[in-house]
């Protein structure tokens, strides 16, 4: 590649710029680096670790979502519910709902389920609305369906779940979760 040669024009503006730029360092003054930070000696006081609580409108992180839950209910019945073939004792649907408006819904469903002595319920979320946004970062769709296993999670819905999982698609699918409650004691 051949470099072209610069005009009067370009050279004469070069020339005025640096004349109105200070150096960093002065002209005499080599630059010398900075000394390491020498490590503190006196260990800080250890203050207990804040687990971050997310709020109902804060979307889920990723490790929340994607950590892998383990089996606390009976293994038989597990795979039957995962298979479809336990039928659900209850149900809410949740569709259309607003966060402000689902949540107290739910909590509200949940509780009295497990005071019934209801075992296996139906939350329905719905899959969320399909956008049309193409911008460079990609919005997550279903508020509802990201939230729903948070606020499960979550005190005082917590202490009566035993077991979140998504539907078959039978009862849903993507757009709905089995809770699985323990005995009301």
């Known amino acids: ?7 009067d024009e370009e050279i004469d503006l070069w020339h005025r710029v640096a004349e109105r730029t200070e150096r960093l360092q002065p002209k005499g003054t080599p630059a010398r680096p900075l000394p390491k930070p020498k490590p503190n000696r006196t260990p800080a006081p250890q203050e207990p670790p804040q687990v971050p609580r997310p709020s109902p409108a804060a979307p889920p992180s990723p490790t929340l979502s994607l950590r892998p839950q383990s089996v606390q209910m009976d293994r038989k019945a597990y795979g039957r519910m995962k298979r479809g073939k336990l039928a659900p004792e209850g149900r809410i649907d949740l569709h259309g709902m607003t966060l402000d408006r689902a949540h107290p819904v739910l909590t509200r469903f949940i509780l009295s389920s497990q005071a019934s002595g209801r075992r296996l319920v139906l939350v329905i979320t719905g899959k969320g609305k399909v956008t049309r946004d193409n911008g460079p970062i990609p919005v997550p769709r279903g508020i509802l369906r ?8 979550m005190p005082p819905l917590a202490q009566a779940v035993l077991q979140v999982e998504r539907a078959h698609i039978s ?8 809770v699985y409650l323990r005995r009301a004691r």
């Open 171 to 178: 009862h849903g699918g993507e757009g709905a979760f089995y």
């Open 1 to 7: 590649m051949v470099r072209r040669r610069l005009t």
């Open 146 to 153: 990201r939230n729903v296993p948070l606020w499960l999670g």
